[in-house]
């Protein structure tokens, strides 16, 4: 009988413990990136929303950033930071995330936003450079035929336009025509347009 009551209580003290231990084992939570990586221009923000396999959990990142500044470390169900790039080449940043539920930190995930420098366009860029030094002749009721207000005949003849721009002031076909050599920062935008795939928009 003795024996039997001992036993009783050793194998209800086990079970006790065992429920114990169970119960203090909390899955960590799971956290998903949608998406899991972004790429955007220079100056817009991220949009990045955080889930997880458990609800109510909560979302806390660091941020390691090269050649981009405005990302920052924080914590949200969503990341929305607006990034711009410090010099004229891409960027990215890099989102460590940790998720946390009951008490209990998930595995970090991480996200990487590549941030490309804004395209130059005829509407944004060009068109505004060619009416400041190409005015009057190349603009509507100017001498010239080719107006440079037209995105299609810009597009059309940027090569001649880059070969004039680029002569020596005063040389036999210097554009403008009385007027100072473009900046060098002007040309390289000229030439940029070119590379970013003459863009109207
Ligand atoms: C004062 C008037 C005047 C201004 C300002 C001027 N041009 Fe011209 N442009 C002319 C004349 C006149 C011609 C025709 C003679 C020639 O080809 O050199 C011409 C011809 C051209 C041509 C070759 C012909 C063609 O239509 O393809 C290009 C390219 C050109 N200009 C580009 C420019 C650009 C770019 C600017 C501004 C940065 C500019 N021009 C400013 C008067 C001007």
Known sequence: MKTKIIGLFLFSTFLFLNSCTKEDEVTPPVATATPSTQTITSGSATSIALTST???????????????????????????????????????????????????????????????????????????LLTASCTPCHMPGGANPSKWDSYATTKSKINGILDRVQRESGAAGFMPVGGPKLSAANIALLKKWVDDGLLEN
Do not use: D, E, H
């Not at 970090?108 to 505004?128: A, D, Q, Y």
């Open 54 to 128: 458990i609800s109510g959990t909560t979302y806390s990142w660091t941020v390691v950033q090269s050649g981009v500044s405005g990302a920052t470390a924080g914590s949200g169900s969503s990341i929305a930071q607006t990034l711009t790039l410090t010099g004229t080449v891409a960027g990215t940043v890099t989102y460590s995330i940790t998720p946390t539920a009951i008490g209990t930190a998930g595995n970090p995930i991480s996200v990487i936003v590549t941030v490309n420098p804004v395209k130059v366009t005829f509407m944004t860029n060009i068109k505004p």
